[in-house]
């Protein structure tokens, strides 16, 4: 058993390399569309690769390791804004290209998104982003469903304050599915 959790094994290192191989896209894009950078959503995702793999011989067995690495991405997430420090920001010195159309709408929500607190944050990007249910949800960020809940609609209410004529893209109201 030693060897196991060492990572020691090499088919349990091959195993682990195959889920990585297949789950790192969505993982990726759910972390970017929390942090909204995507250099800290490869950070999150490495950091949620690195703690499975310390219990990956727990992991593979669990009915569902996709819905845990999300978790553990979602985790990762809070954590890093719990720790994070003010650091001068880069952004008016990067020149960023002409976005036109749909890519407009979509980095118009980004930013939006970007501005809600992390835990609102991640509750919105899990219910709307992964369409994941009130239950699914409260179990991914170990709260209660009403907190899903009342986040939701906290959330919501502040994308449609923010979006301004962007807001009719979102849901008319928070379903209890």
């Known amino acids: 058993m030693r060897s196991l959790r060492k990572g020691n094994n090499p088919e349990l290192q091959e195993e682990f390399r195959d889920f990585v191989t297949g789950s790192q896209g969505h993982l990726r894009r759910s972390a970017y569309v929390l942090c909204g950078d995507w250099h800290l959503a490869e950070d999150l995702v490495q950091t949620a690769y690195q703690r499975m793999f310390r219990s990956w011989h727990r992991v593979r067995v669990m009915d569902l390791p996709d819905a845990y690495a999300r978790r553990v991405v979602y985790n990762c997430f809070l954590d890093s804004r719990k720790w994070q420090r003010e650091a001068?920001?880069?952004?008016g010195l990067v020149d960023r290209p002409a976005v036109e159309g749909d890519a407009a709408v979509?980095?118009?929500?980004l930013a939006a998104l970007a501005e809600l607190a992390p835990?609102?944050?991640a509750v919105?990007?899990?219910?709307?982003?992964e369409d994941q249910?009130?239950?699914q949800t409260?179990?991914?960020?170990g709260i209660s469903t009403g907190t899903v809940k009342s986040m939701s609609a906290r959330g919501l209410a502040q994308l449609r304050d923010r979006l301004g004529d962007f807001a009719t893209l979102l849901p008319?109201?928070?379903e209890t599915r």
């Open 172 to 174: 008319d109201s928070v």
């Open 119 to 121: 835990r609102t944050r």
């Open 138 to 141: 409260a179990a991914a960020l």
């Open 133 to 135: 249910s009130v239950e």
């Open 124 to 129: 919105v990007a899990l219910r709307y982003w």
């Open 106 to 109: 979509r980095l118009t929500i």
């Open 88 to 91: 001068a920001s880069l952004e």
